[in-house]
């Protein structure tokens, strides 16, 4: 199993998934509830969660569908409200903030990378990095620049000019990838990053995120694949809204 | 700013086709509202400013007395000009007599300088020295496809003939024929079109003053009337109708009151084109709110779907609406900024109706008020209804309720309708979601608005046609009239000729109608006779109260009702004849139309009043 290059060191973790010791976390998730109605069904996807990931790590959550995987990325991204309980980015409370100031919060800290890519299909790959750097307060040009300039890192630099539907889907990930480091986050988020890649572009977008663990970005992805959390330096599990202690 | 600048710069290139549509919607949309309101405008105000720039006559004195003399009423001090006219008749030649309107012949140079001085719509106002120089009114050119340039030949009457010529009588003028040239097409109160006209013909005081003995008969027995201006405006009718009743010895001299007389049917006129116009106007805006508020909810839609991607990277709800609805905006912009340039060609298409003949300066015209009202509203009104389908789109993904379902198609598939009946009804009913979500309800709504409007506005065009076609449904009820005798004065036994007509199978109502004018106070009122003959009595169209029945009874015409404040079962006091008469008005109800009166003003009373 390659845990990824890098690792940093880490304080004893139980099995729950909650840190107890060592520096301040990255995120520090406590008591969180979220439930929703799904075709008028109830469901409690966050049932009292609680959840640390220390600055540096590279956590993958795991766990069956419809186990709340996604809800708690969700959560932890600002995108989504619990119910109850707390969340902590970087630092900061992000439970009970209004949208205004947790996209304000997103776009300076958290960068997510969804399943299905989630590209602007109508606007080229350049500028599907180019507007959320201007969201980030570059300017354009400058924007530009580093749109570019991580299109190169990630090896699709000659695709700038293109429809995003004309890549392949390991190019579309990395794409959105790209997108989520433009504004250089303390946190990335990635939900199934490899979901919808064939086992070519799944072994691109791991080794990209390992290589951007290496460099020392923190890093929560969900998936549900042994094989892709494998590549995480921890894995935390996940079952009917909570973690599970797994031995 | 800079993502809502970029976001509407790359919207614009990739979508550029649905924001053309749109802005040319817009386009379409205002000028078609602001032609109509602005149009609405000018012809509420068409009579009112003709009347403010032509030095119109204040009353029109008809004594129809041979050898009257006006230089005594043109010196009495509360006139400030006066200008006469022949009541005479001659005919275009090369085009059917009937409805040539060639126009009393002027009798002095006053007219067009000091009284009714009218706007030229094209050429100029002709020479009064030169009978070989006519203008026209602006009917004309369209009428008889003769303009400014072009030559006319009139024939005048013989002098045997005289004053007494009438081309309806189909005898041909037997005078001398006179080539003319329309040097001008001209507008006032006065010389101006009416409905169902022809345009006419304004010869030169010159024309009267060469050829007088063919105008006014070989013993000049022709009667001259005139067009008077008041120094004091309608508030010295009252002191002029003392004055010319001393002056003359006359008191049954009709003086119109030209501004109650034209002005007041005009303006009621063309208050209802504008109030039409103004509802066409509406109903244009409503309908693109619909059809624009349709454009605007999909393509926010469609929008917010995209911008919703940019919300992981850190995009604002505020951010994402302003970004929603910039592109819109700015196509709304240009849109409204087409339209206006629209509404201004089309504004030579406007006043219509009866204000387009009484319009001083036809052609294009800029009504800045509602032109910037109107460029200023149309993209307010786009960003409002962008922003708030942009916010309720944002506030239903935040959510991410399930799609709306129809209970209609839900009731459908319990009763286990056809399958195409099924997917019919929910694309009909149920909104979808995403980008192809569409608000179902407003367009179902305009569906229903708008085949509701073209109902009514087929019901009110019928109706409309309907009571044009059928004049008696507002009371005229006789087809012809013929008028024999005249002061009084028969020009052999009408009785015979009358029983001979009443006779006639084709005749079902005959009345032997005595004109006269009478006085109520300020009012002029013609008086007809209802005295049916051989037993035929003409369907007499009341709309309250009783035919008259004998000598002190009258039935009054609905408009000179309302002049004298009078409601059936009032008393009013008549002046004009031997003595004045207090007569009781039995009735409201329509009289036969006259030379002095429409078919809803005078009065009917039995004979022996």
Known sequence: ??????????????????????????????????????????????????????????????????????????????????????????????????????????????????????????????????????????????????????????????????????????????LAIARALVNDPDLLLADEPTGALDSDGAQQVLALLRRLHAGGQTLIMVTHAPEVAAAAGRVVWMRDGRMEERP | MRIIAAWARLDGQRRWRSLAALALLVALATATVLTAA????????????????????????????????????????????????????????????????????????????TIERPVVLQGRLLDPGRADEVDVTALFPTIYGKGVGDTLTLQLPSPQQGQNYDPSSGQPPRGPKIRVRIVGVVRSPWFSDAPGAEGAVIPSPALLAHYRANLMGVHGDGYINALVRLKGGEAAIP???????????????????????????????????????????????????????????????????????????????????????????????????????????????????????????????????????????????????????????????????????????????????????LIGTRFALEPGRGRSALPVRPALMGAVAGVLGVLAAFTFSAGVTDAAAHPARFGQTNQLDSFIGENGQDPGPVGPALRAVAASRDVTGLDDALIAVAQSGQVSISTYTYDPVG?????????????????????????TARQLHATTGATIRLTGGAHPVAVRVSGLGFVPEGPHNDYDSGLGHPRGL
Request: hydrophobic share 45%; net charge positive; glycine share 10%.
């Open chain 2, 535 to 559: 037993g035929k009595r003409l369907p007499i169209v009341l709309t309250a109260g009783r035919l008259p029945t004998g000598p002190g009874e009258i039935a009054l015409a609905p408009t």
């Open chain 2, 38 to 113: 602005a149009g609405a405008r000018r012809g509420q105000t068409a009579f009112d400013r003709l009347w403010a720039r032509t030095l119109p006559a204040t009353v029109t004195a008809l004594p129809n007395q041979p050898g009257f003399n006006w230089s005594r009423i043109r010196a009495l001090p509360e006139v400030s000009s006066l200008t006469t006219f022949a009541v005479a008749r001659y005919l275009l030649v090369g085009y059917p007599p009937t409805d040539q309107n060639t126009g009393f012949p002027p009798g002095d140079s006053q007219v067009f300088r």
């Open chain 1, 1 to 174: 199993m390659n845990h990824g290059p890098a690792a940093p060191a880490r304080a004893s973790v139980p099995a729950n998934g909650s840190r107890v010791i060592g520096p301040p976390p990255a995120v520090r998730v406590r008591g969180a509830r979220r439930s929703f109605e799904a075709e008028s069904i109830p469901v409690r996807a966050l049932r009292g969660l609680d959840l640390d990931v220390a600055a540096g790590e590279f956590v993958a959550v795991m766990g069956p569908s419809g186990c709340g995987k996604s809800t708690l990325l969700n959560v932890i991204a600002g995108l989504d409200q619990p119910d109850d309980g707390s969340i902590e980015v970087a630092g900061e409370r992000i439970d009970g903030r209004d949208e205004e100031w947790l996209a304000r919060f997103r776009r300076q800290h958290i960068g997510v990378v969804f399943q299905f890519f989630s590209l602007l299909d109508g606007v080229s790959v350049l500028d599907n990095l180019v507007l959320p750097g201007i969201l980030g307060g570059l300017r354009r040009r400058a924007a530009t620049s580093r749109g570019r300039d991580l299109l190169d890192l990630l090896g699709i630099g000659e695709h700038g000019g293109r429809a995003p539907s004309a890549l392949s889907g390991g190019q579309r990930q990395r």
């Open chain 2, 239 to 421: 002191r002029f109708r003392a004055d010319l009743a001393r002056v003359t010895g006359r008191s049954d001299i009709d003086v119109w009151d030209n501004l109650a007389l034209y002005g007041d049917p005009v303006r009621r006129v063309t208050s209802y084109e504008a109030a039409c116009l103004l509802a066409f106007g509406l109903a244009a805006l409503a309908a693109a709110f619909f059809l624009i508020g349709q454009s605007v909810a999909r393509y926010i839609s469609a929008t917010v779907a995209d911008l919703q991607i940019l919300r992981a990277p850190g995009m604002t709800p505020r951010q994402a609406t302003a970004a929603a609805c910039a592109a819109p905006f700015l196509a709304a912009v240009a849109g409204a900024t087409l339209g206006i340039a629209g509404a201004i060609v089309a504004s030579q298409w406007m006043p219509i109706g009866v204000a387009s003949m009484l319009e001083p300066q036809p052609g294009i015209s800029v009504d800045w008020l509602i032109l910037g009202v109107g460029w200023a509203a149309a993209p307010l009104l786009v960003l409002a209804g962008s922003a708030v389908a942009a916010a309720a789109a944002l506030a239903a993904g935040r959510a991410q309720r399930p799609a709306r379902r129809s209970v209609f198609a839900a009731a459908a598939a319990r009763a286990g309708a056809p399958v195409p009946v």
